[in-house]
Nanobody, 126 residues
């Protein structure tokens, strides 16, 4: 299975973008889908995740109140609505999926994700 992320682009500070991630196989079953980002010279950072069963969500501290993750309109699609974008949000954004179920408190850890998509670039100018 492959994850395909889309929706990145170049925007100005304060603008909004909506990222989407779709699994290539409709029968793909994941317990959690999440978004991570990596800026040049920095480590990969957790952004947001959603658990398919129940819809619980979790956000990184730097995006709380500005970003919203949700299930997409089609099966195995997840969206990330990014509002009030800042220059420090500039990064390559990756969607990822967990196929096993882990304790909720650990679901933000990148090493627990076993399926990763190709990133999409988000650039926010000041």
């Amino acid at each position: 299975v492959q994850l395909q992320a889309s929706g990145g682009g170049l925007v100005q500070a304060g603008d909004s973008l909506r990222l989407s991630c779709t699994a290539s196989e409709r029968t793909f079953i994941s317990s959690v889908m999440g978004w991570f980002r990596q800026a040049p010279g920095k480590e990969r950072e957790f952004v947001a995740l959603i658990r398919w069963s129940g819809g619980s969500t979790m956000y990184g501290d730097s995006v709380k109140g500005r970003f919203t993750i949700s299930k997409g309109n089609t099966k195995n699609t997840v969206a990330l609505q990014m509002n009030s974008l800042k220059p420090e949000d500039t990064a390559v954004y990756y969607c990822a999926a967990q196929t096993r179920r882990y304790a909720w408190s650990t679901t933000h850890l990148s090493h627990l994700y076993d399926v990763w998509g190709v990133g999409t670039q988000v650039t926010v100018s000041s």
